[in-house]
């Protein structure tokens, strides 16, 4: 979820030498992300804390250098603070897999498209739109597919919703391009044939990562 939605931002904005700044900057927010819900919700806060600190360092002068370059990053800061709470608020719970903070997370990951758009040589925001929403369809549906094959193996209700889901999800695609009928009717198949069957996280995960590839060479037929 980190590289698609910056991949299809650097194609909405147009190439720039800007992006190799914010690339690693992307990453290290997540870091800092991943170590600081870690710390809250960790009784030995310790284990956390040294990569929390390198990582924040690092992040705080990378993106520094990408405000300095670009400021307009910084109007897009502030829709990550509402998901950001939610994450917080379940990780205090111990709770970070329910399907709300991961569907707030799929969220916060998409929002990587406008923000390599705004850095890019010549944003074409009506296409970053499109492609937006094209990360956020997919991602959604791979959170309910991932979640019928690991966590909720073997609940019926979770496999409906996934299948659903998918199958409503052919609709807004279709408006985007007809073409793109080809990669989503692929996943409804995958949500619909692959629960229940014998499958480890890692096949799953190779799973996912070829639905990744197909999604990124799909996605200029939404320009």
């Not at 991943?34 to 992040?59: D, E, I, K, T």
């Not at 498209?113 to 944003?123: C, H, R, Y």
């Not at 995958?190 to 996280?201: C, E, K, N, S, W």
Request: overall charge positive; charged content about 15%.
């Amino acid at each position: 979820m980190l590289a698609v939605p910056f991949v299809l931002g650097v194609a909405a904005g147009g190439p720039s030498w800007r992006h190799v700044l914010l690339l690693p900057a992307w990453v290290l927010a997540y870091l800092v992300s991943y170590f600081g819900l870690q710390w809250l919700r960790a009784r030995r806060r310790h284990r956390y804390q040294r990569p929390l600190q390198v990582y924040g360092v690092a992040l705080a002068v990378t993106g520094a250098a990408v405000v300095a370059l670009e400021p307009r990053v910084l109007l897009l800061v502030p829709t990550y603070l509402p998901g950001t709470l939610v994450n917080i608020w379940y990780a205090r719970r111990n709770d970070e897999r329910a399907l709300l903070n991961g569907l707030v997370s799929v969220g916060q990951a998409c929002l990587g498209v406008p923000l390599a758009t705004v850095v890019g040589a010549e944003p074409d925001w009506p296409l970053a739109g499109r492609l937006t929403l094209l990360a956020l369809l997919y991602f959604t549906g791979t959170l309910l597919f991932v979640k019928t094959m690991i966590r909720e193996r073997g609940s019926r209700s979770y496999r409906t919703a996934s299948v659903a889901y998918h199958a409503a999800a052919l609709v807004p695609v279709a408006v985007l391009s007809g073409w793109l009928l080809v990669p989503f009717g692929l996943y409804l198949a995958r949500a619909a044939a692959l629960p229940g069957r014998d499958l480890r996280p890692p096949q799953v995960g190779a799973v996912e990562i070829a639905g990744s590839l197909l999604l990124l060479a799909f996605a200029p037929v939404a320009a």
